[in-house]
């Protein structure tokens, strides 16, 4: 299994481009989740799905968008980035509710000018 | 709304000696309770986690104690390596809202 996987490494984005976060999990896991890192600030929750075709807001989703058409992705978009979005993504995933182990990806690092 | 508060945001400690970091959760519904560690660069990765029906916990140097009444959890790391030396979230998890809430981290230096 490749289990969590996120696609670009590392991104540079001018103010108002827009672009899209690619996450995909092949463990079969019901639960995905975008974190966003800063630094002093800890993992932040962005967006959430507990399925395919259910999708939640988490603490800090304006200026986001998911969808989840399948059980496998679950792709963040940026419709017009901004500087504030300057962040390293994580994605992460697990089986089931908060008692199942949750695995990360390797992260997104996006730069906006 | 859900929070989860992390102290100390730094901590240094002689190798050997031990290291305490403490949390605090706001929702009294919350049932799971992880640690993550991550290294310099590397995603977070999971090093214990308890769940609310259960006071304690050990995996070798590693020990998470729970105190539901307080809304309190502590990570404990004993005999301290310079490997142990990296960030360590702790987490909350709300069943109600199927979503987990990290605090903000604890950097971790172990002084040789």
């Known amino acids: 299994n490749a289990g969590v996987t996120q696609t670009p490494k590392f991104q540079v984005l001018k103010t108002g481009q827009s672009m899209t976060l690619q996450c995909a999990q092949d463990?079969?896991?019901?639960?995905m989740s975008w974190y966003r890192q800063d630094p002093g600030m800890g993992l932040r929750l962005i967006h959430y799905s507990v399925g395919a075709g259910i999708t939640d807001q988490g603490e800090v989703p304006n200026g986001y968008n998911v969808s989840r058409s399948t059980t496998e992705d679950f792709p963040l978009r940026l419709l017009s980035a901004a500087p504030s979005q300057t962040s390293v993504y994580f994605c992460a995933s697990r089986p089931g509710g908060p008692g199942e182990t949750q695995y990360f990806g390797p992260g997104t690092r996006l730069l906006v000018l | 709304g859900e929070n989860v508060e992390q102290h100390p945001s730094t901590l240094s400690v002689q190798e050997g000696d031990s290291a305490v970091i403490k949390c605090t959760y706001s929702?009294?519904?919350?049932?799971?309770f992880p640690w993550y560690k991550q290294e310099l660069g590397k995603r977070p990765q999971l090093i214990i986690d308890?769940?609310?029906?259960?006071g304690e916990k050990k995996d070798q140097r590693i020990a998470v104690t729970l105190n539901k009444t307080a809304k309190h959890f502590s990570l404990h790391i004993t005999e301290t390596q310079p490997e142990d030396s990296a960030v360590y979230f702790c987490a909350a998890g709300y069943s109600s809202a199927s979503k987990i809430i990290f605090g903000s981290g604890t950097r971790l230096s172990i002084r040789p």
């Open positions: 929702d009294s519904a919350s049932n799971y």
């Open positions: 308890i769940r609310s029906n259960v």
């Open positions: 463990m079969n896991h019901e639960y």
